[in-house]
């Protein structure tokens, strides 16, 4: 279980991101609108949903479903959708139970869920950017997952800002166990995803370029090594 206050003081990312978080074309599932933990949702809401839309420059509908309903996409994970489907919204991310209740079943896993939000408001933000049209047109498919990790951790930068006590080495740790050891695969290897939020780390330390749109295309530069 979590709150606003332990948002604040937790300081560990024990748990592992699952590697199987994807974009999708549409999710047509029943999205719920809580996840049964009102607390929490608050929280998150506040703390990480709020400040991603603005830091990002989006404004995706948020929910969570049951993975069993929609074992298409797995039993653990989360999705971001170009479908509107909350009104005065645009693209949603939905957040599956098991993979939320796993994370919150782990001291520090609100941190990765934290990260989990991140990665997909990036695939939101990619949606609307001509570097997703390069990305898939002239690189390996797995680069647009790097390209959100890039991303991603350009926030959780800024958030660790906002929250002193997250410690940014464990979530590197935790982000090395993600991705295949060797095979690039739809993910890319673990040596790519850390490059990767390293990567973005680096961009957000540098304040007067800290810009959503300047990472993006920092991003596009940093996979376009994958080039083939
Ligand atoms: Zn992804």
């Known amino acids: 279980m979590i709150s606003e206050v332990k948002f604040q003081r937790v300081a560990f990312l024990r748990a592992t991101i699952p590697n199987t978080l994807q974009g999708v074309r549409s999710f047509q599932g029943e999205i719920l609108s809580g996840s049964g933990n009102t607390t929490f949702d608050v929280a998150l809401g506040s703390q990480v949903l709020v400040p991603l839309a603005r830091e990002f420059g989006v404004n995706p ?64 933000k990619q949606y609307g950017l001509d570097v997703k049209h390069a990305i898939e047109n002239g690189l390996p498919p797995y680069c647009i997952e790097l390209h959100a990790d890039f991303l991603a951790e350009y926030f959780i930068r800024i958030f660790s800002e906002r929250v002193p006590q997250t410690r940014l080495q464990v979530i590197g740790e935790q982000w090395s166990k993600l991705g295949h050891p060797t095979k690039t695969g ?24 800290r810009n959503v749109d300047a990472a993006s295309s920092a991003g596009y530069q940093h996979v376009s090594q994958y080039q083939v």
């Open 61 to 124: 509908g948020f929910g969570y479903y049951e993975e069993a309903h929609h074992l298409e996409y797995g039993d653990e994970n989360a999705l971001a959708s170009t479908l509107t489907r909350v009104a005065d919204t645009r693209g949603t991310i939905v957040l599956g139970l098991n993979l939320l209740n796993k994370f919150l079943a782990i001291p520090g896993g609100d941190f990765a869920v934290m990260a989990i939000c991140a990665h997909e408001f990036a695939h939101i």
């Open 186 to 209: 739809s993910h890319g290897t673990s040596a790519q995803r850390v490059k990767a939020i390293e990567a973005g780390f680096e961009f957000a330390k540098r304040a007067s370029s």
